[in-house]
């Protein structure tokens, strides 16, 4: 996958080191230059421009990649008038960060594939965290339907997987068991390592470390949670 990021601050900056990191193409665009700096070495390319000038902006290789994140996230007028821009130069896929629910609103009026808010995103997360007492992360499918993957709790390990009754009980769909092993590099030296068990996972008896991989809603997530 080829992708623009433009602002690279914090959020900005972690985008574009994670996605170089997988493989794909980033180029990035900032007009700080100590921001284009601190990146270089993780995108293929990087620009120092304003944005939010149309002449600066078409510069980039816009219709050359599959995706642009806009990850300006403070500065709601060069949000908006760089999503306007990209719009207006028959950008076809575009992501945007928001701050806020205004700015979501704002955002969303001009019809653009996701409008990210990382700090809801990130409540979000801390809240499930601190209710089942262990991380979780989320991949969200729309409106109500999630796919969560959490590490188990001390009241799980021992038993086996049918006997915790998530479809039952709560609608949750496990999607796989992830168990933690350990395995040896080429030092001979040992590290932990999970990978998806393979079998009956109705039979999987649970350990301390191991992970499930749920389907459900929300709503039923929580309830989850709170049984706990």
Do not use: W
């Amino acid at each position: 996958m080829k992708c623009i990021i433009i602002g690279l601050g914090t959020y900005g900056k972690v985008l574009a080191v994670e996605f170089s990191g997988f493989g794909h193409e980033v180029i990035g665009a900032d007009n700080d230059a100590s921001r284009v700096e601190r990146v270089k070495d993780s995108c293929a390319a990087v620009f120092q421009i304003d944005a939010c000038d149309e002449l600066a902006l078409s510069v980039l290789p816009l219709k050359k990649v599959d995706v642009v994140i806009v990850a300006i996230g403070r500065n709601l007028g060069a949000s908006v008038r760089v999503v306007a821009l990209l719009k207006k130069l028959g950008v076809k896929h575009i992501y945007a960060r928001a701050n806020d629910y205004v700015h979501r609103n704002i955002l969303q009026a001009f019809d653009i594939d996701r409008v990210l808010i990382p700090e809801e995103r990130a409540a979000h997360d801390l809240v499930r965290q601190m209710e089942l007492g262990v991380k979780t992360s989320q991949f969200r499918v729309d409106g109500k339907y999630s796919v969560f993957m959490f590490c188990i709790p001390k009241v799980f390990v021992g038993h086996k997987l049918n006997d915790l009754h998530l479809n039952e009980e709560f609608d949750l769909k496990v999607i796989a068991v992830k168990q933690a092993g350990k395995s040896v590099n080429s030092l001979g030296i040992a590290y932990k390592e999970s990978a998806v068990a393979e079998g009956a996972e109705d039979d999987i008896v649970l350990q301390a470390d191991d992970e499930l991989v749920c389907y459900g809603k929300e709503s039923d997530f929580r309830k989850f949670c709170r049984m706990l």
